[in-house]
């Protein structure tokens, strides 16, 4: 380990302006360090252990379950069992909040999390993400979730771990984007970009073409415009992993759109598919606090209130210039 090595933990303690006490956030982050090195590591070793497929059950969503979903989850749970300060997981992968009633006092914070984001891609040892969203609790509220139930504006952190090649954690406190690689040789996320800037403008975009006849009208004509781009300066690259945290990392790193829009439905409405509270919120704090923009095609996503936890909305995410294009072509109908 050589001396200028930051490590997650100091660098949290030593990190001015965050939405969260530092002691509070030092406490949740060193769970939540300890969740993606224990999933890192299964997933490493997944394909020959027998932890790939389906368990035969579906999930709230209606999805059938991977048994990483199901194991990943689990992770969390175990993790935060002694969770102070944090006293409710809400999970993708869960119907209701789960709660450490012992720790649900006057400063108590909730985690809300997609344990495992891109599980189409475990059995071809493609890129994973979880995903994870620091909400603080009302005070009084025990068990009722209504307090949560706020529009992605009151996060006070979010973040997200990207198994690849290599493990990175990115997070935000609302004082910048910070970047973590885990170094296997010391068992340690180690500070590798600090304060990270999205450019404004990107030469990717990332979306599931196959899709494209459920698409509105807009997005088909937002699509067009991308494509039909002829010089190499304003032309864009198509990129797209099938895993969220992946795509929005290359977006963060190096600017660019992605987009998942509401496909329409035979009642003219239009429907997203991923999840608000779990996915999209969490993304869109990143985004904004790198100078990057995010937008249900209508309006800010931060500004969303979610009518249920469960909740899905379209998303157009990265670069501020793609964003803002996106919403001029009128994409959500
Ligand atoms: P899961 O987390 O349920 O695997 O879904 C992945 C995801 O929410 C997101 O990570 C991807 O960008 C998107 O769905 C992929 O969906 P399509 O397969 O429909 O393109």
């Not at 108590?108 to 620091?134: E, K």
């Not at 040789?185 to 970009?193: G, M, P």
């Not at 196959?210 to 781009?229: A, E, M, Q, Y």
């Not at 790193?253 to 999840?275: A, C």
């Amino acid at each position: 380990m050589s001396a200028q090595t930051t490590t997650l933990l100091r660098h949290v303690l030593t990190r001015k302006g965050t939405l969260v006490p530092t002691g509070d956030l030092a406490l949740i982050l060193e769970r939540v360090e300890i969740i993606g090195k224990r999933i890192a590591r299964e997933l490493a070793r997944s394909s020959i252990r027998g932890g790939l497929g389906y368990t035969g059950e579906t999930n709230v969503q209606g999805e059938e379950v991977k048994k990483l979903d199901e194991w990943t989850n689990w992770v969390f749970l175990d993790t935060f069992e002694r969770g102070d300060p944090v006293c409710s997981l809400i999970s993708e992968e869960m119907e209701q909040a789960e709660h450490r009633t012992g720790t649900c006092g006057a400063n108590s914070y909730a985690v809300l999390y997609d344990p495992l984001d891109g599980s189409s891609n475990t059995d071809i040892n493609g890129s994973l993400g979880t995903i994870f969203s620091i909400r603080k609790r009302a005070p009084g509220h025990g068990t009722a979730v209504d307090d949560i139930l706020k529009p992605g504006s009151e996060q006070v952190a979010a973040g997200y771990i990207l198994y690849g090649p290599g493990t990175q954690l990115a997070y935000t406190a609302g004082a910048g984007v910070d970047i973590f690689t885990l170094d296997p040789t010391i068992d340690q996320f180690v500070l590798w970009r600090e304060n990270v800037k999205m450019p404004r403008r990107g030469a990717t975009y990332s979306v599931n073409q196959g899709n494209i006849t459920k698409f509105h009208p807009g997005v088909r004509k937002l699509i067009d415009h991308i494509t039909s781009r002829k010089d190499k300066s304003t032309s864009y690259s198509l990129r797209y992993t099938g895993a969220f945290v992946a795509d929005f990392h290359r977006c963060l790193l190096e600017g660019g759109l992605f987009m998942y829009p509401g496909e329409v439905t035979p009642d003219g409405k239009s429907k997203g598919k991923l999840r608000l509270m779990y996915e999209l919120d969490p993304m869109a704090m990143l985004a904004e606090q790198a100078g990057g923009k995010a937008s249900n095609g209508r309006k800010r996503l931060l500004d969303v209130v979610p009518a249920g936890l469960h909740d899905r909305q379209p998303i157009y995410i990265g670069s501020a210039d793609e964003v803002e294009l996106a919403e001029r072509m009128e994409v959500e109908g």
